[in-house]
């Protein structure tokens, strides 16, 4: 399903967007990248006044919390990458953003319907020279061949190599999940002999899908991505 270079992109028609609501074909479209590669990218699902409203506070917050010594950060320090909590100000939760038309619609014909959002975070990377060891977001024993979760990621600003971007691995949602993760402090890492196996391969994934964070190795101070 993916191209050479990354997953399926679509770009929703304005009649999509005007009634929030996906033809047939998209939605075939989005199933089926989804089902082969764990991922599928909608480019214009979101409004970019609400992603600038969401960045300018959350820039404003990510830098109290990187002045606190004691900020936690994913997989150690050496990765610039934080948990950070998006705001819950009326004024700044987003219908598009914890409850986008599109990614439910998508949802309900995955886990069936009233799908239920049970996390709202986001990861923050801030400039370093380290990554994330490869892994799952979500573990847990469901059968294999059934998606138990998804994840909704949204940027609020455009990321790449040079700014910290996700590193996913297309279909690996197929190959890994119960039993193939390390167990320790973070348990969540994928055992490396899997990661070796896998190194050739183009990969991604529903909420057992493989990835890690890069560094922000640029000039700017911080990348965030809102997760459902």
């Given at each position: 399903m993916s191209t050479s270079d990354g997953p399926v992109l679509i770009a929703l028609s304005p009649s999509e967007l005007a009634t929030k609501t996906l033809t047939t074909q998209t939605l075939q479209r989005?199933?089926?990248?989804?089902?082969?590669?764990?991922?599928?990218?909608?480019?214009?699902?979101?409004?970019?006044?609400?992603?600038?409203?969401?960045?300018?506070?959350?820039?404003?917050?990510?830098?109290?919390?990187?002045?606190?010594?004691?900020t936690h950060h994913n997989f150690g320090a050496a990765t610039g990458n934080i948990q950070q909590e998006p705001p819950t100000t009326p004024a700044l939760v987003f219908g598009d953003v914890v409850a986008n038309p599109f990614a439910t619609a998508i949802a309900e014909n995955v886990l069936g319907p009233k799908p239920v959002l049970r996390f709202y975070s986001a990861n923050t990377a801030f400039k370093a020279g380290g990554r994330q060891p490869v892994h799952i977001d979500l573990d847990c024993p469901f059968p294999g061949e059934m998606a138990f979760g998804l994840c909704v990621n949204v940027c609020l600003g455009d990321v790449g190599v040079e700014n910290g971007a996700t590193e996913v691995w297309l279909g690996s949602h197929l190959?890994?999940?119960?039993?193939?993760?390390?167990?320790?402090?973070?348990?969540?890492?994928?055992?490396?002999?899997?990661?070796?196996?896998?190194?050739?391969?183009?990969?991604?994934?529903?909420?057992?899908?493989?990835?890690?964070?890069?560094?922000?190795?640029?000039?700017d101070s911080l990348r965030a991505v809102v997760e459902e």
């Open positions: 989005a199933l089926r990248a989804l089902h082969a590669d764990g991922l599928v990218a909608l480019t214009n699902a979101v409004s970019p006044t609400h992603l600038d409203a969401l960045d300018a506070t959350m820039q404003r917050d990510a830098a109290v919390l990187a002045a606190r010594p004691g190959g890994t999940g119960w039993g193939s993760v390390g167990r320790g402090e973070h348990a969540e890492a994928i055992d490396e002999g899997l990661v070796e196996e896998r190194r050739k391969d183009v990969a991604c994934g529903d909420a057992e899908f493989d990835g890690c964070a890069e560094g922000d190795v640029g000039d």
